[in-house]
């Protein structure tokens, strides 16, 4: 099984629809092989939140993770413009660096220059040749802007260094 493991409104359903679009049914197909992936298994996605802790310890040390990303600032835009809970999206992110991160998962950044690079990664593990030459897929719905006290909730998020190594400043 593929876990792809995420904040909400970081690219989920665009690594599930137009990246991984064929791992979904990749194990009833007795043609296509995913290197690593057995038989009979496929991808499952779950997001860094409270209710699934329990399941993230247990899946994130047994099984390959695809992790989407997508600046925190657009994160956090996308979430105001849908009148959700900051605070929520904070602690998401927590999850991610302290669940998630330590076994390893495969990032992909959707929104850098540098995401071939990152793609790569996932081909060689993976033994496929996706291309980073997707198309440009909007968000439902306009971002907002950033009020001080959620521009310093996004300095809080990027404060530890995490996010350097995909190219985000805060």
Same mark, same amino acid.
């Given at each position: 099984?593929?876990?792809?493991?995420?904040?909400?409104?970081?690219?989920?359903?665009?690594? /599930?629809?137009?990246?991984?679009?064929?791992?979904?049914?990749?194990?009833?197909?007795?043609?296509?092989?995913?290197?690593?992936?057995?038989?009979?298994?496929?991808?499952?996605?779950?997001?860094?939140?409270?209710?699934?802790?329990?399941?993230?310890?247990?899946?994130?040390?047994?099984?390959?993770?695809?992790?989407?990303?997508?600046?925190?600032?657009?994160?956090?835009?996308?979430?105001?413009?849908?009148?959700?809970?900051?605070?929520?999206?904070?602690?998401?992110?927590?999850?991610?660096?302290?669940?998630?991160?330590?076994?390893?998962?495969?990032?992909?950044?959707?929104?850098?220059?540098?995401?071939?690079?990152?793609?790569?990664?996932?081909?060689?593990?993976?033994?496929?040749?996706?291309?980073?030459?997707?198309?440009?897929?909007?968000?439902?719905?306009?971002?907002?802007?950033?009020?001080?006290? /959620?521009?310093?909730?996004?300095?809080?998020?990027?404060?530890?260094?995490?996010?350097?190594?995909?190219?985000?400043?805060?």
């Amino acid at each position: 099984m593929i876990l792809v493991c995420s904040v909400h409104h970081t690219g989920t359903q665009f690594v /599930e629809q137009v990246i991984l679009y064929n791992f979904k049914n990749i194990g009833n197909s007795t043609s296509a092989h995913i290197k690593g992936i057995p038989k009979g298994r496929n991808m499952t996605r779950v997001h860094c939140e409270l209710a699934y802790v329990r399941s993230l310890e247990w899946w994130c040390p047994q099984y390959p993770i695809i992790v989407p990303m997508r600046h925190p600032q657009k994160v956090f835009e996308s979430w105001k413009v849908r009148e959700k809970n900051l605070d929520h999206l904070v602690r998401q992110y927590h999850i991610l660096k302290k669940l998630v991160a330590p076994d390893n998962p495969y990032y992909l950044p959707i929104d850098v220059f540098e995401r071939e690079t990152w793609l790569e990664n996932i081909n060689a593990r993976f033994g496929l040749d996706i291309q980073t030459n997707w198309p440009v897929i909007m968000s439902r719905k306009q971002t907002a802007v950033l009020d001080t006290d /959620e521009i310093e909730l996004v300095q809080q998020v990027m404060a530890d260094g995490f996010f350097d190594q995909f190219g985000y400043e805060v």
